[in-house]
């Protein structure tokens, strides 16, 4: 599948004098994800995909099946790529089980023993990460996400926001440079999700990897700018949001253009060539052009000859959603 | 050693909530309280051989097996249906660890059972007019046979869903039918490696002639049913941690 956003990645990750660097690749990288493809029977989940993860949040993107959780669950060492290499911290984790002291899981599932509380979940953790529980470690993880009122009560009990909360917790009880978070926000409401988002960028700030699959879209755009879009198994798009677009060249982008004058600027902008498309909107224009930045070039010579006067010039369509929604079109 | 520690008491946590305990504790004293109240017809004529098979038989033959078998393929069968595996094999700890505590946690839990039931027979036992010498006896088959089961049943119950039904055709049909009718298989039946070790330490005053017709060719041996138990722990823990380093099934 050719998307026209970043070309498909090579095998293996460029070498760094490359430049410009690939978007799907980053610097320093926490986990290195080589030509890994992943199959069961005759059905491909993940195809020949190579990638990179470092320090600060990247959102990891793509619709049901594209195979986000398939991608996590091989990054994660709960699955044995078919094909390829996936490196946490430069080790394999299925040989080396003494990388996940520095990593941290929060499954999509809701996956809890609903028979401990909070804090024996995330005692439970800290035991299993070997780290030392006695020295505030289990308090401070409640604390980061918000529930040490609700810490004694049996997680059986906990609605699914504060479910997600006590895994996030248990997650972070071993202070992980790595943080894995398949979804981490089903369920929770908007508080809990103003609380959660506030600590992943708070890990973030203080030098953490973390790896955020959602469909929350709006969501993933409030945690960071760095995307890894998947489509049917492989890489669509990688990168800060605005570059992913801007590289969709084939597909007209929109702009709003707000101005004193509207149908003025509207017959004057329909002769110009990079217009495709025009209509009127509240008060003003969402303009459909095949070049953006020749557009932008143009349009303050363009008004001032018609005596317009333009108040708002913006994209319309470089929200994550509207990039997600051209990487599906792409698909059908 | 933490991590081990931790995983076990979370196992036995996990095996004996209230529902489990009732279910379990019922089954376990069932041989006594039938005891007694077949005591009150006037079935028994003294300490006869009747009264040995009673005591022994159906406990280490149904009631331990099969509350061991529940419990040990739920040890990590239900954390498989839960999807809660992730949170312990996603950590700095060997696989072996985790497969060793679970088994460990199962089999204390199908244990304490299977001496919950031992005390209650030997106190249903000893009001007929038997002694409590024979605790020591059915407290070690007891044992035998929960360890062997919850050891199995922990390997089957990570690979199945319907290791409870595996089991129970297996302990009624397969052991209870078939390895009846074909003597040369009584020497690896599971639950009479555990009447063997009972057999060999029941005091000469128990009225056991009876009991060696489901032995048969078995020779009662203690030392036979810890070898074998020692057998079935280490090849179970190692195809058991075998499976969870190389399947994707976690």
């Known amino acids: 599948m050719s998307t026209g956003v970043p070309s498909a990645p090579p095998a293996t990750p460029p070498a760094e004098t490359h430049a410009p660097r690939d978007p799907a690749y980053v610097d320093a990288p926490t986990v290195t994800v080589t030509g890994v493809s992943k199959w069961f029977g005759t059905k491909v989940a993940v195809s020949d995909l190579s990638c990179s993860f470092g320090p600060g949040i990247t959102g990891l993107l793509g619709p049901n099946g594209a195979g986000k959780t398939t991608l996590l669950r091989m990054v994660t060492g709960l699955m044995r790529p078919s094909e390829g290499d996936v490196r946490v911290f430069g080790r394999d984790p299925l040989e080396d089980p003494s990388v996940y002291a520095r990593v941290g899981f929060v499954p999509e599932d809701d996956a809890v023993y609903g028979y401990l509380t909070a804090r024996q979940l995330v005692r439970y953790a800290a035991d299993l990460s070997g780290t030392d529980a006695s020295t505030g470690a289990v308090d401070g993880a409640l604390d980061r996400v918000n529930m040490l009122d609700a810490a004694d009560r049996p997680i059986g009990q906990y609605s699914k926001g504060m479910r997600q909360r006590a895994k996030v917790a248990a997650a972070l009880v071993n202070d992980p440079d790595l943080l894995i978070l398949d979804e981490p926000l089903n369920g929770a409401d908007p508080a809990q999700r103003a609380v959660l988002i506030s ?32 489509l049917d198994g492989k890489l669509a798009a990688a990168g800060g949001i605005r570059a992913i677009r801007s590289a969709m060249t084939h597909i007209p982008h929109r702009v709003r253009i707000e101005s004193d004058n509207t149908r003025a600027l509207a017959a004057a902008l329909i002769d110009t060539r990079d217009v495709v498309g025009l209509r009127f909107q509240d008060d003003g224009l969402e303009v459909e052009t095949s070049n953006l930045s020749s557009l932008g070039t143009a349009l303050p010579a363009l008004a001032a000859k018609h005596g317009v006067h333009v108040t708002r010039f913006e994209p319309a369509d470089a929200s994550l959603e509207s990039v997600f929604r051209h990487l599906l079109s792409i698909r059908r | 050693m933490r991590a081990f520690r931790a995983i076990f008491v979370a196992t036995v946590r996990q095996l004996s909530d209230r529902r489990k305990v009732m279910g379990f504790a019922t089954m376990a004293i069932a041989p006594a309280i039938l005891m007694l109240a077949l005591s009150r017809t006037g079935q028994f004529d003294g300490l006869d051989t009747d009264l040995g098979m009673l005591v022994v038989a159906p406990f280490l033959s149904m009631i331990v097996p099969i509350t061991a078998l529940i419990l040990g393929g739920a040890a990590v069968g239900d954390e498989r249906r839960d999807k809660t595996l992730s949170f312990l094999v996603l950590r700095p700890i060997r696989r072996v660890d985790v497969v060793a505590a679970k088994t460990a946690g199962a089999a204390a839990v199908s244990s304490g059972f299977a001496l919950l039931g031992a005390a209650a027979l030997v106190g249903a036992y000893a009001a007929v007019g038997g002694d409590f010498a024979i605790l020591p006896a059915l407290a070690v088959g007891g044992v035998v046979v929960s360890v062997i089961y919850s050891a199995i049943f922990v390997l089957v119950g990570s690979m199945v869903a319907r290791s409870t039904l595996i089991g129970v055709i297996y302990v009624l049909f397969i052991e209870g039918v078939i390895v009846e009718e074909i003597a040369r298989l009584h020497t690896v039946s599971l639950w009479r490696q555990g009447l063997g070790a009972a057999m060999d330490l029941m005091p000469g005053t128990f009225p056991a002639r009876a009991l060696l017709g489901p032995l048969r060719g078995t020779v009662p041996s203690l030392e036979n049913a810890l070898l074998l138990t020692a057998g079935v722990l280490g090849v179970t823990i190692a195809i058991g941690t075998l499976l969870l380093r190389r399947t994707d099934s976690v």
């Open chain 1, 199 to 230: 600590t992943f960028h708070e890990l973030a700030a203080a030098g953490r990897t973390l790896l955020v699959s959602s469909h929350v879209l709006s969501e993933v755009e409030r945690m960071t700018d760095r995307v890894i879009a998947m």
